[in-house]
């Protein structure tokens, strides 16, 4: 299958990143035609210094290298190096209702928090689709923030191939690929682990800021001795992500049954998001 997917170079790629999409795209890359891209068009909607993106741009590109993107099997690129991406974005804005972006959420976040509506952040889901359509990818590897996106990347495709298609389809509808245990990752504050929440665990912070960042991680202020929620607590769901099944299974225990303080939890988890990104660490210096 082709399968294609970006990543916005707007700072450093967090563990919601790696969990949400990198994982799958590393996962993907072995059996399919896979294409990765850095999606800097994407991200002059939220960074305009020329230097800044250029940096983000390398960065994210060397971040996904020593994670284990492999050029042999992937190919990873530069959005900006394929312009007709721009150009396709434009043919398909001509097909677009406005009332598909105004009801895109991530750009009525955005609004919400302030950021100036520009028409480039209005239009953001069609570059998108631009990006899909423009390599007849059939999967699309993303967290859940993005669904509504592939949403709108279909019923674009339907949409164009209906008025020019005549008859046959210009463009392959994209499946979405999201995977529900890491659709959404939570930060250090239960919200979804975002940049503009300032609420990431980056996956190359130094150990030092990594132990510091998982000691803020809100709990509830349940006492050490009584038994403690499953649910709903992001340190455990973080936990989920690095431990071993055993180790998982352990720490559950001793959550129903008490005797379990969230200091011994954040410590093991520290340790193990540091343990995980020890070799990639090295492999990027
Ligand atoms: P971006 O750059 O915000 O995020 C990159 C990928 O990481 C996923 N992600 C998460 N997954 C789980 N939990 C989280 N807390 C979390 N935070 C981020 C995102 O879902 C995404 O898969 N619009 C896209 C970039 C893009 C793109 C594309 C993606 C541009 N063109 C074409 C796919 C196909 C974005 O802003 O992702």
Not at 183 to 199: A, E, H, T
Request: with cysteine.
């Amino acid at each position: 299958m082709r399968v294609l997917s970006g990543i916005q170079p707007s700072g450093a790629l967090h563990i919601g990143n790696y969990f949400g999409a990198l994982r799958q795209f590393i996962e993907l890359q072995r059996e399919n035609d896979a294409y990765y891209f850095v999606a800097n068009y994407h991200a002059l909607t939220s960074v305009r210094d020329a230097e800044r993106l250029r940096a983000y741009t390398f960065d994210v590109m060397v971040t996904m290298l020593s994670l284990g993107l492999d050029p042999e099997r992937a190919t990873l690129f530069v959005q900006s190096d394929v312009p007709e991406t721009a150009e396709l974005a434009w043919l398909l804005t001509t097909v677009t209702p406005m009332g598909w972006l105004e009801k895109c959420v991530s750009y009525k976040d955005k609004v919400e928090q302030g950021l100036s509506p520009e028409h480039g952040l209005f239009a953001y889901p069609v570059l998108q689709a631009a990006d899909i359509l423009l390599y007849d990818a059939d999967l699309v590897p993303v967290g859940q923030d993005q669904k509504q996106h592939l949403e709108v990347t279909r019923d674009i495709a339907e949409r164009f191939n209906r008025v020019y298609g005549g008859g046959e389809d210009v463009f392959r509808l994209p499946e979405p690929h999201i995977l529900k245990s890491v659709s959404v990752v939570p930060g250090v504050d239960g919200r979804k682990m975002s940049k503009s929440y300032n609420n990431t665990i980056d996956i190359f912070d130094e150990p030092a800021a990594i132990r510091k960042k998982v000691k803020r991680i809100v709990t509830d202020s349940t006492p050490v001795e009584a038994p403690k929620d499953l649910e709903g607590d992001s340190l455990l769901a973080l936990y989920r992500l690095f431990a071993t099944a055993e180790d998982i299974a352990e720490i559950e225990r001793r959550y129903r049954e008490g005797g379990i303080g969230y200091g011994e939890v954040k410590t093991r988890l520290a340790e193990a998001i540091i343990e995980r990104f020890a070799e990639p660490r090295e492999r990027r210096a």
